[in-house]
T-cell receptor
Framework: GAVVSQHPSWVICKSGTSVKIECRSL??????MFWYRQFPKQSLMLMAT?????????EQGVEKDKFLINHASLTLSTLTVTSAHPEDSSFYIC??????????????FGDGTRLSIL | QKEVEQNSGPLSVPEGAIASLNCTYS??????FFWYRQYSGKSPELIMS????GDKEDGRFTAQLNQASQYVSLLIRDSQPSDSATYLC??????????????FGTGTRLLVSP
């Protein structure tokens, strides 16, 4: 299998709080992890691509200083939403591809984190 | 023009019927195509992948790819109420465009009535 675990699954916190979300590949080593955001009734939008040991590549319009990504090992990437505000409330989903994957290999998704900022 | 386009639906089919979901893409160099199913409030799960022209069958699911027309489809035979979900078409970019990135369509909502 290719299991990706995401934690926490649900976060409710006050405006101004920083929130850390973890994404772990449980049974494989992940070359690359991806972070997506999904607003209600919309599709997944890629926020950033995270490679182990290097800086993340952010998509246009995504603030790198607000959404801090750390990919410290081949099995763990973290996304920290700094000073979160109500407009950051969304469904955040990570995915991972196996070490050594060719372009044909699919991404395996975590269960997502629902973030609600009051 | 959107990179990956899908009809948002909803597509309503009766139980037991064939559901046909369609997707077009703009990057002619794309070579990897995926269909994901997403239930409400859940993350996407991979249903099918296809990498060459023609049909690929897996159980009740058949993916069809026509690269000349830049068109991908998913057929679901013997549709069940449990198939009711949003189906996302995803395309990997060609080399030089961040080839591991997936571009998602907006999804087609499928409703299978008992």
């Amino acid at each position: 299998g290719a299991v990706v675990s995401q934690h926490p699954s649900w976060v409710i916190c006050k405006s101004g709080t920083s929130v850390k979300i973890e994404c772990r590949s449980l049974d494989f080593q992940a070359t690359t992890m991806f972070w997506y955001r999904q607003f209600p009734k919309q599709s997944l939008m890629l926020m950033a691509t995270s490679n182990e040991g290097s800086k993340a590549t952010y998509e246009q319009g995504v603030e790198k200083d607000k959404f801090l990504i750390n990919h410290a090992s081949l099995t763990l990437s973290t996304l920290t939403v700094t000073s979160a505000h109500p407009e950051d409330s969304s469904f955040y989903i990570c995915s991972a591809t196996r070490l050594g994957s060719t372009s044909n290999q699919p991404q395996h998704f975590g269960d997502g984190t629902r973030l609600s900022i009051l | 023009q959107k990179e990956v386009e899908q009809n948002s639906g909803p597509l309503s089919v009766p139980e037991g019927a064939i559901a046909s979901l369609n997707c077009t893409y703009s990057d002619r160099g794309s070579q990897s195509f995926f269909w994901y199913r997403q239930y409400s409030g859940k993350s996407p799960e991979l249903i099918m992948s296809i990498y060459s022209n023609g049909d690929k069958e897996d159980g009740r699911f058949t993916a069809q790819l026509n690269q000349a027309s830049q068109y991908v489809s998913l057929l679901i035979r013997d549709s069940q109420p449990s198939d009711s979900a949003t189906y996302l078409c995803a395309v990997k970019g060609s080399a030089g465009t961040g080839f591991q990135k997936l571009v998602f369509g907006t999804g087609t909502r499928l409703l299978v009535s008992p």
